[in-house]
């Protein structure tokens, strides 16, 4: 095994775990999941069937990632976020056929204790604050908090707050990258 997985973890068949990977304390990684190089998946947490996670993701201590989530590379999901898989869960009533694809695109970040309910996409290199529920797409290099989630203002691949010009420009005080906001979209350039 070129990955490391804790003694007390369950790691189902069919499982394809990346290279360099880590997966800690009571952990389960189910089924059919396909996860890749250099993660690390942090204390109880729950990986269900078909979940796919790109290289490099982390994901923090009591995170359970549902059939449906897909996270590309270098995507950071913080302690006790949730993602919801339907609409209207109902204990008497099976829907595993209503699951909704969630998308976290490359980069993007979820802060501590933060719910995305299903069937929205975190745009690249989004920050979802601690705590926020998120209810709806979020773009890329959103700043998103609170309950409903709104927009709050933009930020750099490098996670830093960025202030537009009255031309439309930033930089992204950390890197020095140079951005541009749009039609109310920001595009790195």
Known sequence: MDYFVHESSYVDANCQ???????WHFSHIMSDCVIGEDC????NVVISPNVVLGRNCKIQNNVSVY??????DDVFLGPSMVFTNVI???SAVSRKDEY????????ASVGANATIVCGH?????CLIGAGSVVTKDVPDFALMVGN???RIGWVSRHGEKLQFDEKGFATCPATGEKYQLLNDKVQLL
Do not use: F, S, W
């Open 148 to 150: 409903p989630a709104r």
């Open 100 to 107: 909704r694809d969630t998308i976290i695109h490359q980069g």
């Open 121 to 125: 996409n975190l745009g690249q290199y």
């Open 17 to 23: 775990i990346g290279k360099g990977t880590k997966i």
């Open 88 to 90: 209207n869960p109902r």
């Open 67 to 72: 059939t449906g989530v897909r996270c590309e």
């Open 40 to 43: 690390n998946i942090g204390q």
